[in-house]
């Protein structure tokens, strides 16, 4: 379903949020606008007002994702469900002026922008962007990254359905932290091999010994 393209509004708005990190990019009016990518259209609406309702939104986007995470489906459909029916979309067929080998239009559809204001068009869109993904690839695709203290969003392609990070960096980093964990875990077992492979006797083997 190509309108699952949009659940991309969703997660950008989420990511503008560390909060393991206590960082937060969307502290301006042209941090909004940034989120719109190449809407310029739409960017241009925005204003001061929606900064506060930009980071409102976020919140309750954030909590389908984690809802999601959690395994609680009913509850992330309850929310998404929420915010579509407060912000609704109206679909249109477009052609944004495409043409294939032809000369005809490539129709597709697409979420036209709400006039009211930035944050009503921009949560209409995330919000039914993020309902086709969930219906079309399932709710255990919304995910947020498991390398602490990141937990960025992110949307699940992967075939076999077990990305657990936001990116490759995350990954890495985790990785490297398991790893470190391990061999801690390794130095501080009593009964580890040592340097000859064999495994070192404990404390009352030792006695025993010692008294034969």
Not at 19 to 25: L, T
Not at 67 to 85: I, K, Q
Not at 134 to 151: H, I, K, N, Q
Request: aromatic share 6%.
């Amino acid at each position: 379903m190509e309108l699952a393209y949009y659940s991309d509004y969703a997660v950008r708005l989420v990511n503008t949020e560390e909060p393991g990190r206590g960082k937060d990019s969307l502290t301006s009016v042209d941090a909004v606008r940034g989120l719109f990518g190449s809407n310029q259209e739409a960017a241009r609406r925005a204003a001061d007002a929606d900064l506060t309702r930009f980071r409102s939104v976020r919140v309750r986007l954030r909590a389908v994702f984690e809802a999601a995470a959690g395994g609680d489906e009913t509850l992330a459909v309850n929310l998404l469900n929420s915010l579509l029916l407060e912000f609704p979309v109206s679909p249109q067929i477009s052609g944004h002026n495409h043409r294939d080998d032809d000369g005809r239009p490539l129709w597709h559809m697409h979420l036209a922008d709400h006039p009211s204001n930035a944050t009503a068009g921009y949560a209409a869109i995330a919000a039914m962007g993020l309902a086709f993904h969930l219906t079309e690839y399932g709710v255990e695709r919304l995910g947020l990254c498991e390398a602490a203290p990141c937990r960025n969003a992110f949307l699940d392609t992967s075939t076999n359905r077990s990305r657990r990070y936001c990116s490759d960096r995350c990954a890495t980093r985790a990785n490297v932290a398991a790893y470190r964990a391990r061999k801690r875990l390794e130095a501080e077992r009593p009964d580890r091999p040592d340097s000859t492979g064999r495994t070192a006797p404990n404390a009352q083997d030792s006695t025993a010994v010692t008294d034969r």
